[in-house]
């Protein structure tokens, strides 16, 4: 599951210590949201079997999109998922949400009203199938929810999610998967948000240098070394590979903005020769002129597994991540 750039570049920015306490705030928050949305992706690629496709992140519309977290496509039709990753307990009673016992003025539930009213817009006509239902994804598992019937949508939360997919498996087949597949790809749209370009306050506070991939701690000066060790946990990494793996970082920061020989030389605090930075530039991305070369970032959908975020979920997902689940 691919981070959005916000993500992405909130990650890098916080690992150089470059957010103010705002950013940090929002950081958390997309975290609490990407990890929950990804373990909710990997339970249903677990226990779904059969003719199945999944959705995630998609954006519906023309003038002001809207977000659905999760769509999935069976042969019995569309499924709407809105993930939260709440550890306060929630109550909704009689159209009032409660948080951690306290009336919420924020109301969790219109942006699941919303997403499925505009899916079932765009979809519209000629007798395309319509969202069957959306549901609201509760992904904690020590988290508490109550919720009465004046709750029109479906409430799933994490112990619910394999009686739901039992229920979906005994479902009878109403269309072709294939053909539900391209109906709604038709309507995505890109992210409209996507975008977080560092601002010079972010370049002014940025500490440049070079990190472990593992560890995230400082290595030294990479010059005439073809393998680096480091220090702090051991890990042994290509001298090329890791320069590469910045420079791909330096890339997310500067989204749409050319890559420049000076520019990289301050990310890596100067740990690099000027030789070899050269030599690794013309090799892995296209020159655009003198010193300046392309970004690959918005042509490079895998761009995000060279760089140190995300690092191997499969492995350490729950060693490193969850303080934002359970």
């Known amino acids: 599951?691919?981070?959005?750039?916000?993500?992405?570049?909130?990650?890098?920015?916080?690992?150089?210590?470059?957010?103010?306490?705002?950013?940090?705030?929002?950081?958390?928050?997309?975290?609490?949201?990407?990890?929950?949305?990804?373990?909710?992706?990997?339970?249903?690629?677990?226990?779904?079997?059969?003719?199945?496709?999944?959705?995630?992140?998609?954006?519906?519309?023309?003038?002001?999109?809207?977000?659905?977290?999760?769509?999935?496509?069976?042969?019995?039709g569309y499924y709407l998922f809105d993930v939260k990753n709440y550890r306060s307990p929630v109550r909704y009673e009689a159209g009032t949400f409660y948080h951690n016992d306290k009336r919420w003025r924020h109301n969790i539930f219109i942006q699941l009203e919303r997403m499925v009213d505009r899916f079932n817009q765009d979809l519209d006509g000629h007798g395309r199938p319509q969202g069957k239902q959306g549901y609201l994804v509760f992904i904690n598992e020590r988290h508490q929810v109550t919720v009465d019937e004046s709750w029109s949508h479906g409430v799933l939360r994490r112990n619910d999610i394999w009686e739901f997919l039992r229920d979906l498996a005994q479902a009878p087949a109403r269309y072709k998967t294939d053909q539900l597949l391209g109906l709604v790809q038709g309507k995505l749209r890109p992210n409209p948000y996507e975008k977080c370009q560092a601002t010079t306050d972010h370049w002014a506070r940025m500490q440049g240098g070079i990190y472990c991939w593992r560890c995230r701690a400082r290595l030294g000066n990479i010059y005439n070394r073809r393998r680096i060790s480091c220090n702090n946990c051991g890990f042994i990494e290509n001298s090329e590979s890791l320069v590469h793996r910045h420079l791909c970082e330096l890339s997310v920061l500067l989204y749409d903005q050319p890559l420049s020989l000076s520019l990289a030389r301050e990310f890596l605090g100067k740990q690099c020769s000027d030789r070899s930075l050269y030599r690794i530039f013309n090799k892995n991305f296209n020159r655009v002129k003198r010193n300046s070369y392309h970004n690959p970032f918005k042509q490079d959908p895998d761009i995000s597994h060279k760089i140190v975020w995300p690092i191997d979920l499969e492995r350490d997902y729950y060693w490193i991540h969850q303080k934002f689940l359970t």
Not at 3 to 18: A, F, K, P, V
Not at 59 to 67: K, L, W
């Open 1 to 76: 599951m691919q981070m959005t750039h916000e993500l992405l570049s909130l990650e890098i920015l916080n690992h150089r210590q470059c957010l103010d306490a705002d950013q940090a705030e929002r950081l958390h928050a997309l975290r609490l949201g990407y990890w929950g949305e990804w373990e909710f992706q990997r339970i249903l690629k677990k226990y779904l079997t059969g003719d199945f496709y999944l959705l995630t992140d998609c954006y519906f519309g023309e003038a002001n999109p809207t977000q659905v977290d999760a769509i999935l496509v069976c042969p019995s």
